[in-house]
């Protein structure tokens, strides 16, 4: 696996959150997209990421907390929005792990950072900020059904 160690910028989002299993459908990208695409926000321009807030190892499948979110340009008017919560997500330093497969198995990706990777790098995961998934495609669009999702594990040195 290549990893890259990258920084990100601070950047503001819109995102809609959802609590419940993250093996369920999952609703609020659908609605999330629907705003973003009448707002004009959607790629190559702004980016769909995917946050995870809880580990499922450790809480509850039913109180795991997920956020479906689109990045904002400068000078967004985020005035009318009531269905939409905004907020800005920390810059730093991540850790990259590019993953292309079916969507059931990102965890294994989360498995292979935090179990493998982590351990034998010089960095450790830094627990203030949240892991991001930059959303590249749509596995509904993808012939063999597989999403393409760029995993953010942000990371400081040991």
């Known amino acids: 696996m290549n990893i890259l160690i990258k920084n990100l910028p601070e950047t503001e989002i819109a995102y809609i959150r959802r609590t419940g299993s993250y093996f369920e459908p999952q609703e609020h990208w659908g609605k ?13 321009q702004q980016s769909f990421i995917g946050i995870s807030l809880d580990n499922p190892e450790q809480v509850e499948s039913q109180d795991c907390r ?15 929005h009531a269905d939409i919560k905004f907020r800005k997500l920390e810059g730093g330093q991540y850790a990259l792990y590019s993953f292309y497969e079916k969507p059931e198995r990102l965890h294994s990706a989360y498995q292979y950072m935090f179990g493998e990777w982590l351990p034998s790098s010089g960095y450790e995961a830094d627990y203030q900020r949240h892991n991001l998934e930059f ?6 669009e993808d012939p063999e059904g597989k999403c393409r999702v760029d995993l953010f594990i942000p990371v400081k040195k040991r």
């Open 135 to 140: 959303n590249l495609n749509n596995p509904s």
């Open 66 to 80: 997920h956020d479906a979110c689109v990045t904002l340009p400068d000078g967004f008017n985020k005035e009318n």
């Open 32 to 44: 999330l997209i629907h705003w973003a695409i009448s707002n004009e926000l959607y790629p190559p």
